[in-house]
Nanobody, 121 residues
Framework: QVQLVESGGGLVQAGGSLRLACAAS????????GHWYRQAPGKERELVAV???????NYADSVKGRFTISRDDAKNTVYLQMDSLKPEDTAVYYC???????????????WGQGTQVTVSS
């Protein structure tokens, strides 16, 4: 079995910071790529940040300069550091990771359960 467990969400005032983590566990050999998405009520899910298997990163224009995606391969974990948070960042944040399986060797995509981030004005 493979699961992604998200943590780090919560309530923060505008201008504050949060760090989200997405930890893969189970039949994991390595995390080959990671994505963070978010979805606010009444809006479609949007891609926030990407980190490739080679370590390169890309960000949505709305978060560029404020958010940083990173990875810790030893812990099979992808992070999202969120600084200078704004009320419009309020959403449920979802991790998506491409993982290489320990047994079987395939590469598959999995989703985390989502974590709520609320930024007060």
């Amino acid at each position: 079995q493979v699961q992604l467990v998200e943590s780090g969400g919560g309530l923060v005032q505008a201008g504050g910071s949060l760090r989200l983590a997405c930890a893969a566990s189970g039949n994991i050999f390595s995390v080959s790529a990671g994505h963070w998405y978010r979805q606010a009520p009444g809006k479609e899910r949007e891609l926030v940040a990407v980190i490739t298997s080679g370590g390169s990163t890309n960000y949505a224009d709305s978060v560029k300069g404020r958010f940083t995606i990173s990875r810790d391969d030893a812990k099979n974990t992808v992070y999202l550091q969120m600084d200078s948070l704004k009320p419009e960042d309020t959403a449920v944040y979802y991790c998506n990771a491409h993982v290489k399986l320990r047994v079987g060797g395939g590469d598959f995509s999995y989703w985390g359960q989502g974590t709520q981030v609320t930024v007060s004005s």
